[in-house]
């Protein structure tokens, strides 16, 4: 819109598209013809709420129709699938032909969070163990000859360190302060956080 060629992604789960924001940004998205691609990961789940009770439609691209923007549903286990629908989009944004929605449907292998657990709620996909997508990947590569071993195997050593580092980086940081969390929201703190604060911090003294 400021006549750069920056193009803005945004990723959001299939529980997004439920919500208002969603649907204020497609329409504003194709009003203004905005640089934008909008990539849906759909897992079948939001949380423990699966796709048929999020939405009555049979997908999330063909909410895009109502918006006049283009959309493509995908594989979004299928690297290269990913790559070139985000490629194309991204591609027609710079050009200035505006945004596109990418629906990546997918599968979620894990919980959505540690406080998650999905054995509660959802059968297992069959075959899930044969879709991850970079198993995938490695089996393409081996099949038609790209893939090096000693390559991989440095990246993955390389990898490692990185991560190692970046943790010992954040075990680094002085510890934060609690309080903190109340103390930065409000300029006056309201009285119901004043007490939740005295009681959170009374019960951290009696705990120490
Ligand atoms: C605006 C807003 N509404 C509701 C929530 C509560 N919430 C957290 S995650 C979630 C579901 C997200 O679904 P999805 O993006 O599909 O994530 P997944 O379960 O696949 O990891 C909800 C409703 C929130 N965090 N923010
Ligand atoms: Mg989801």
Redesign the pocket.
């Known amino acids: 819109m400021k006549g750069t060629d920056n193009v803005a992604i945004a990723y ?5 598209t439920s ?1 208002g924001d969603f649907h204020e940004g497609l329409n504003f998205a194709g009003v203004f013809q905005t640089p934008v691609v909008l990539f849906n990961q759909n ?1 079948g ?3 423990s709420v699966p796709f048929e009770k999020q939405t009555n439609s049979k997908t999330i691209a063909q909410k895009a129709i109502a918006y006049d923007i283009p959309s493509v549903r995908i594989d979004g286990n299928d690297c290269f699938a990913v790559y070139f629908a985000t490629k194309q989009a991204v591609e027609t944004a710079r050009k200035g032909e505006g945004p596109t929605l990418i629906e990546a449907v997918t599968w ?1 292998t894990g919980a ?1 969070t540690t406080a998650d657990d999905p054995t509660k709620y959802r059968p297992d996909h069959l075959g899930a163990d044969k879709i991850d997508p970079l198993d995938r990947l490695e089996r393409f590569m081996k099949k038609h000859d790209y893939w090096d071993a000693e390559k991989i195997a440095d990246m993955e050593e390389q990898r490692e360190t990185e991560v190692e580092q970046a943790v010992k980086e954040m075990e680094s940081y002085t510890e934060a302060n609690v309080a903190d969390m109340f103390d930065h929201v409000f300029n006056a703190v309201p009285s119901h956080l004043a007490q939740q604060k005295s009681a959170y911090m009374e019960d951290l003294k009696e705990e120490s």
């Open positions: 959001f789960g299939d529980g997004a919500e897992n789940y939001a949380i979620r959505h």
